[in-house]
């Protein structure tokens, strides 16, 4: 089965052709990074405006070489996400879908991210399910494509979100994760003094065992410089010991929820999968036994391959959608603030 995906949900707009949920014939993504810069941010209603421009060639460009004979299903992203870039992307699929008599596949858009690693390994459930993007950071633990708990999530900022902030306070600019990601590999903690330590940030016990907070993080950092001298030499150093913590937050969350749940497979999308701080302490996880699964980096952070896969999945669960189908901003199930 010959699935279209389309992804438009935040600063991406992307068309990709996948077969059966595994196979990608094509996967184009035009990043608008370029725009956003200036203003160290997603400016949402120039998303939606960049949006509309992309999508005829990139959907084009997806598609060259094939028919549209070929494609059994247009699977597009409804939500979460910027509610205005996402009815961009979300009524051309309805409109491919009226106009070639084809099935309209909504995905969500998380979902998408959790089913990227899929897209190149078999993996076996039950599984322990971390997604850590730009605009969200939850744990679940996914009994089968159709059915999953969602164990914790973040109770401020995304993880990615707080990489960006932080970014924006050493003045490094947007997207702070690959910013970061790459100066902190220069980083050096000796250096810094020990006031600049931080405290262990959202202990493991009751409620808060599974769930994140990064706000605390980003503002420690924050205070922390205003007596400290940055300069060129010593910003890697704080990248570093942002990164340090970030990431430790992640992987303790993540290997609570492992043990508790006596499981040994861990999946881990979305873009700051693509951190290679994360994933080299991951690949120690696979030292203690433990399975780990993730995307090759251009395939965790937002793309349609991912869409086409998930839509894949949906269709064989029925999950099929018409002309009335509704775009949403937010999941229903994270309520953000203290629990
Ligand atoms: O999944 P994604 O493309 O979009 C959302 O669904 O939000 O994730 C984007 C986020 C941004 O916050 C970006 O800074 C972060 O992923 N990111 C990274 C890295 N690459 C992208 N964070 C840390 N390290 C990276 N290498
Ligand atoms: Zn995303």
């Known amino acids: 089965m010959l699935i279209l995906g389309i992804e438009t949900s935040c600063d991406e707009t992307s068309a990709s052709l996948v077969e059966d949920g595994k196979k990608i014939l094509s996967n184009i993504v035009f990043s608008q990074i370029e725009i956003h810069k200036k203003f160290n941010g997603v400016v949402p209603e120039l998303a939606s405006r960049n949006h509309l421009v992309k999508i005829i060639p990139i959907l084009q460009e997806a598609l060259q070489g094939f028919d549209w004979k070929d494609i059994d299903a247009v699977a597009a992203v409804n939500g979460p996400g910027l509610i205005g870039s996402i009815l961009v992307g979300f009524t051309a699929a309805k409109g491919i879908a009226y106009a070639r008599h084809k099935p309209l596949i909504p995905v969500d858009h998380i979902s998408a991210h959790m089913y990227a690693p899929h897209l190149f390994h078999e993996i076996e459930f039950p599984y322990i399910g971390l997604v850590v993007s730009g605009g969200h950071t939850l744990l679940f633990l996914v009994h089968s494509f159709s059915q999953f708990e969602m164990l914790g999530s973040t109770m401020d900022d995304a993880v990615g979100e707080a990489y960006d902030k932080t970014a924006r306070v050493l003045g490094l600019g947007y997207p702070g994760g690959p910013l970061i990601d790459s100066l902190a590999k220069k980083g050096n903690l000796e250096r810094l003094p020990d006031w600049m330590d931080i405290p262990l940030l959202l202990p493991d016990k009751g409620k808060d065992r599974y769930n994140f907070s990064y706000s605390g993080l980003k503002t420690a950092i924050a205070y922390r410089l205003k007596k400290f001298d940055l300069n060129e030499e010593n910003i890697p150093d704080v990248a570093l010991l942002f990164q340090e913590k970030a990431i430790?937050?992640?992987?303790?969350?993540?290997?609570?929820?492992?043990?508790?749940?006596?499981?040994?497979?861990?999946?881990?999308?979305?873009?700051?999968?693509?951190?290679?701080?994360?994933?080299?302490?991951?690949d120690d996880l696979k030292k203690d036994s433990i399975e780990v699964f993730t995307a090759p980096l251009e395939f965790c952070t937002d793309n349609a391959a991912m869409v086409a896969g998930r839509g894949y999945a949906d269709y064989q669960l029925g999950k099929i959608g018409d002309l009335r189908t509704e775009v949403y901003s937010r999941l229903p199930f994270v309520k953000k603030g203290k629990k």
Not at 260 to 279: K, Y
């Open 248 to 282: 430790e937050m992640l992987l303790r969350k993540s290997r609570n929820a492992l043990k508790d749940f006596q499981i040994r497979r861990l999946v881990v999308s979305g873009g700051v999968a693509a951190n290679s701080h994360l994933r080299k302490k991951l």
